[in-house]
């Protein structure tokens, strides 16, 4: 079942790209997920710099919903959400990291490294293989490689206490 899920949020990754570079936006990350309410496709879009709105997320619903119709991907019935990242978005990719650059962030390992799978601190820079923080538990510099990465999102608290 996890082989079909990770098919289908691939291919629509695949649809949606286009679309999304055609209003000028960016795909944060999708999800196909069973919930209590059934199966619901999420999709994450931002425009670079930020500010998504409630119309940009309805013209990309609308775009992506006929093409999936279309497509005839999902066989089963299902919601489409569209919606913004918020503050607190998934950081996945290098260019992710790069734009975030002096702000804090936690990161889950999938690994412990050093007997640790949790981090917070700052980042540093994003290199090829991995992102590089100052560790606040530590007082030091971590580098983790990306494929290490289980979750990785910004630190909300610490942009409202500076």
């Not at 992506?64 to 950081?91: A, F, K, M």
């Not at 799978?117 to 991995?130: C, D, L, P, Q, T």
Request: net charge negative; charged share 35%.
């Amino acid at each position: 079942m996890e082989e079909k899920i990770k098919e289908i949020v691939d291919r629509v990754k695949e649809l949606l790209l286009p679309i999304l570079e055609e209003g000028g936006f960016e795909l944060v990350d999708v999800e196909f997920v069973r919930e209590p309410v059934g199966w619901v496709l999420r999709i994450y879009a931002d425009r670079p710099g930020g500010g998504i709105t409630i119309s940009d997320c309805q013209w990309i619903s609308e775009r992506i919903g006929t093409l999936l119709d279309v497509e005839d991907l999902i066989p089963h019935s299902y919601n489409l959400e569209v919606s913004s990242p918020g503050l607190d978005r998934p950081l996945k990719k290098r260019e992710d990291f790069e734009r975030h650059r002096g702000i804090v962030v936690k990161i889950k390992t999938h690994k412990a490294m050093d007997n640790q799978r949790n981090f917070k601190g700052e980042v540093i820079s994003a290199g090829e293989k991995g992102v590089t923080i100052h560790d606040v538990s530590r007082n030091a510099d971590v580098e983790i490689p990306y494929e290490n990465i289980k979750s990785a999102r910004v630190d909300i608290d610490s942009l409202f206490n500076k």
